[in-house]
């Protein structure tokens, strides 16, 4: 059964009159495959010469990319900066337009330093449409984040995931970050990562995720 994206959710209401290509086809899928497009200097040098980045495909027999994203950032600061670097990220459709971007600067992870407020992420439709932010809360351990509208308080979703540190918990178990609407706390999505029990992606070899919509 195709998801649809709830009213409440729609990030461009108001905004356009519809969403672009890509993520339109993206709002009508129960289920989508994330895959970060490795490069083999990355798996030996932990540094990449291109900028990191990921697409976006369908699931089952045919799967078509529908969306690719790409990071803007520094060598080996994804290495050794890890969540605390600043982030610059680009979303094109098929047809290489720009549908999306979303920028933090460098901030404290896991909110455990001083910073003068929670970190947080913006979300932007070019050319100068503010979507919303995604904001970490303070924690030490399991972090934590709500999805905030533009001039809204109210978090329209949050999400957590099962282990403390992504890269530690590879070893140990699959990754599962969970996605509730804080109104209800109903589970509304689910992704997840088989790092534990796919060899290839402990030696970062691929790096998946696979997003379920209930």
């Not at 009213?7 to 994330?34: F, I, W």
């Not at 100068?128 to 995604?134: D, E, N, T």
Request: hydrophobic share 30%; glycine share 4%.
């Amino acid at each position: 059964m195709a998801y649809t994206v709830p009213e409440t959710h729609q990030p461009c209401k108001g905004d356009r009159k519809e969403l672009p290509n890509g993520l339109r086809e993206l709002a009508t899928l129960s289920e989508v495959l994330v895959s970060r497009n490795v490069n083999v200097c990355e798996v030996f040098l932990c540094c990449t010469p291109r900028q990191a980045s990921f697409s976006i495909y369908t699931t089952g027999t045919d799967q078509d990319e529908i969306l690719s994203i790409k990071e803007s950032g520094m060598c080996v600061f994804r290495e050794c900066i890890g969540a605390a670097r600043n982030l610059n990220l680009r979303m094109s459709n098929s047809d290489d337009e720009n549908v999306a971007t979303f920028y933090r600067t460098m901030t404290c992870s896991r909110g455990c330093c001083y910073s003068p407020g929670p970190p947080s992420m913006a979300v932007n439709s070019p050319p100068h449409i503010r979507l919303g932010k995604i904001e970490e809360r303070v924690t030490c351990c399991n972090p934590i984040f709500d999805v905030l509208p533009h001039k809204e308080n109210e978090p329209t979703l949050t999400y957590t995931t099962n282990c403390c540190y992504m890269k530690t918990c590879n070893w140990c178990t699959d990754v599962e970050i969970q996605v509730y609407d804080p109104a209800t706390d109903n589970l509304v999505a689910k992704i997840i990562k088989n790092s534990k029990s796919d060899r290839a992606e402990l030696f970062n070899l691929k790096n998946d995720f696979l997003v379920e919509c209930k």
